[in-house]
């Protein structure tokens, strides 16, 4: 042994060389029967390295897992066979099997110098519930689940706890100390009053030497892991947060408590507290199967949470745990528990934070903009707002303002921010329509206004003024549009969100309606869901095939359907966004959703001035039309709603493109003639015959009539084209 070590490295190679001896002494037949005593420990060599501050990692392992003397010389011989080509190929000898990568019970009781009555003890080490498996410090084969004798039993050491005992510490994917932490943020979201508990009984059961468990909920986004690491810097000790959905997306994702071992066996090693995520079931379903953008499959996260809560059973320490929603099962896993609820920022608090990251940044908002108005039509947590507010600093630098962030440079960083999945449950509707576009009736004008002020000023009225605690309102806004078709109705909606700066998604109901049951309302609350972390309306369009009334259960399949009525109700009534709802059929939409409703408009049918605006505005300015278009004659003449109005000028419009010429009020009036026909509407022909109709070509011989056109020679001699007659039954065959 040597006087001293100089390094941890060379404390566990040093005991790694008296293995290598042993091993070739093995082979040789030299070896005698001195058994432990000859690889054991220098005590008095690693007292004068810890006198000269040197740090030895194995004694501080022993000590802080509580391993006995067997248990680490068993530690020793597996860290031989990690990284000693010599003791591995002696390994391979005295097993007499190359193909068995790890060490036999057997062949490291010989290493040992074990007698056979300590062989039974060797093996029970290696138990799930003995330190060594406990603390995940070794990996093994169950001996005592398996029928395989104990001697033939294999096992490793953990590659990350022999890099740690040689001083090598690269900590595991998904896993990350905070060390130092850093303190609490002075514009918590947390309540200063919850805080300043939670820190007491943290200070009190430290003192104490007794365990706990803080959950600390919330959604993603919002500081949970911040909230941990400002509780820890309380207590001045370092916190090591690991991320357990990320290490269960491998093929190994059934060992759930080994991964939970693992976890614990990096805060042990770190001397730091543990903070736990992704271990909660997700309130939305999972996929079946684990991929990339879901994380590990539903039953694999159940059993992960039993997992924990068999830890919580018998916390080693101060434990913290992050979920997204409180998890009742923690109740009756230990009544040490401490829950702390994060809540979402409201408006006035993003705008704090967003103030605050531009500040940190060194830049400044321009003064002319209301921040509060903005953060309310972006709902970022606080980890966006920082990015954003990174993305505005950057932009507003390359337009060449120094520090000034002007509100297009906080918009366009916000909006890059969202984060939602709409897209798989809606549609985008393009808001490409202005208040110039719109020939609606004057109440409802003004209640368009009204509503888009209720989107506005819902933070002062609600917040400021106090209504929102006095009453208990939803702070959603909410509309009915009822009418017939082709009356506007979706362009009102694309109109306020242009208005709004917000995005229009109409909800698809192929895509939401199943034929399972709960599936349908599954969908249903994650639009919802999805909606209040985007800056989007929702409208559902054709809502009567949804919201339709409730009738009495005669069977279960009305009972079901009256259960996804009652769904929409309530999360219609806590949803605190913009929703709107279009139908042609208003007496069919359930009189309870009416009541929660805020707005109800009634679209009519245009008459016929205004028919006649509509088909003033209904050409771009790009489309070439004739002087001659008179739209107070087409208003008069055809009774089309606006949607019908607009198909007539596109059919216009490509009369006009095939014969060459602009677009003449013949044109419009025999695409409006068509479509009011296909539309079911009896209507008097007002078109003359063309000029070339009324006078025939005298120098043309007369048409002969024929009962079928040759497809082979399609223009008659007169050069004009043939009628073409479709054939409705089978050519006889010749």
Request: net charge negative; glycine share 6%.
């Amino acid at each position: 042994m040597s006087d001293t070590y100089l390094s941890t490295a060379d404390h566990v190679f040093t005991r790694v060389a008296a293995i290598r001896a042993r091993a070739v002494a093995l082979l040789e037949g030299s070896v005698g029967s001195e058994g432990l005593a000859s690889i054991g420990a220098d005590v008095a060599a690693e007292r004068r390295a810890e006198a000269d501050a040197i740090e030895l990692r194995l004694p501080a392992l022993v000590r802080r897992f509580g391993l006995t003397a067997l248990e680490e010389e068993a530690l020793v011989c597996l860290v031989a066979a990690e990284y000693d080509p010599v003791v591995r190929t002696l390994e391979r000898a005295l097993q007499r099997e190359v193909g068995r990568p790890w060490m036999e019970v057997g062949t490291l009781a010989e290493l040992l110098g074990l007698p056979a009555d300590r062989v039974p003890e060797l093996a029970r080490s290696l138990y799930p519930d003995a330190p060594l498996r406990r603390w995940a410090l070794v990996h093994t084969d169950d001996p005592s689940a398996s029928e395989v004798p104990a001697v033939f039993t294999r096992v490793k050491i953990a590659s990350r706890v022999a890099q740690h005992l040689i001083g090598q510490d690269h900590l595991p994917e998904g896993v990350r100390l905070c060390d130092p932490p850093r303190p609490l943020l002075d514009k918590s979201l947390v309540a200063p009053a919850v805080t300043s508990v939670t820190v007491t009984r943290l200070k009190r059961a430290r003192a104490q030497g007794e365990p706990l468990v803080v959950e600390i909920s919330g959604v993603p986004g919002t500081g949970r892991h911040d909230y941990a690491e400002g509780l820890a810097y309380e207590l001045g000790m370092p916190v090591v947060l690991c991320d357990l959905d990320e290490q269960l997306t491998d093929d190994r994702a059934t060992r759930l408590d080994e991964r939970v071992a693992v976890a614990r066996r990096e805060a042990a090693l770190a001397g730091a507290l543990l903070g736990l995520s992704g271990w909660a079931p997700r309130s939305s379903d999972a996929p079946p199967l684990a991929d990339e953008a879901h994380g590990p499959p539903r039953d694999v996260q159940r059993r992960l949470a039993r997992a924990i809560e068999r830890l919580c059973a018998q916390p080693d320490d101060v434990l913290f745990l992050f979920s997204e929603e409180r998890e009742t099962l923690l109740g009756r896993a230990t009544p040490l528990l401490v829950n702390v609820q994060i809540p979402f920022p409201s408006p006035g608090q993003r705008a704090a934070l967003l103030e605050a990251a531009v500040t940190r940044l060194g830049g400044q908002i321009d003064p002319a903009i209301d921040v509060q108005n903005l953060t309310r039509r972006f709902a970022l947590d606080p980890a966006r707002l920082e990015v954003a507010a990174r993305a505005a600093r950057e932009l507003a630098t390359e337009r060449g303002h120094d520090t000034i962030i002007g509100a297009n440079d906080l918009q366009e960083a916000c909006r890059h921010q969202l984060s939602h999945d709409l897209k798989s449950l809606a549609q985008r509707v393009t808001n490409s329509h202005k208040w110039q576009d719109l020939v609606i009736p004057v109440d409802v004008y003004h209640s368009l206004k009204e509503m888009i002020s209720y989107v506005r000023h819902a933070e002062r009225v609600y917040d400021s003024w106090g209504f929102g605690a006095r009453h208990s309102l939803a702070q959603g806004v909410s509309a009915l549009f009822a009418g017939p078709p082709g009356t506007g109705k979706t362009m009102c909606a694309s109109v306020m969100a242009r208005e709004l700066d917000m995005e229009l998604f109409r909800v698809d109901l192929s895509r939401i309606v199943s034929k399972w049951i709960g599936e349908t309302e599954k969908n249903l609350g994650k639009i919802f869901d999805e909606a209040d972390r985007s800056n989007a309306i929702i409208l559902f369009d054709e809502a009567d095939a949804l919201f339709a009334k409730r009738t009495e259960v005669k069977s279960s399949v009305d009972r079901y359907a009256n259960l996804e009525i009652n769904f929409l109700l309530q999360r219609m009534e806590a949803f605190g966004g913009v929703t709107i709802l279009t139908t042609n059929f208003e007496d069919t939409i359930d009189t309870a959703f009416k009541r929660r409703l805020t707005f109800r408009m009634r679209f009519e049918k245009p008459d016929s001035d205004a028919r006649a605006a509509l088909w003033t505005k209904i050409f771009p300015l790009d489309a070439h039309v004739d002087e001659d278009v008179d739209a107070t004659e087409l208003g008069a003449l055809y009774e089309l709603a606006g949607g019908n109005i607009r198909n007539a000028a596109v059919r216009a419009a490509f009369l006009a493109a095939e014969a060459g010429t602009p677009i003449n009020h013949r044109m419009c009036m025999l695409a409006a003639e068509r479509e009011a026909r296909e539309m079911g509407l009896l209507v008097r022909s007002q078109i003359e015959p063309a000029r070339e109709e009324q006078e025939p070509d005298e120098e043309a011989p007369p048409a002969r009539e024929e009962k079928f056109t040759n497809l082979a020679q399609p223009e008659a001699a007169s050069g004009r084209p043939s009628r073409v007659i479709p054939v409705t039954r089978p050519r006889r065959q010749s």
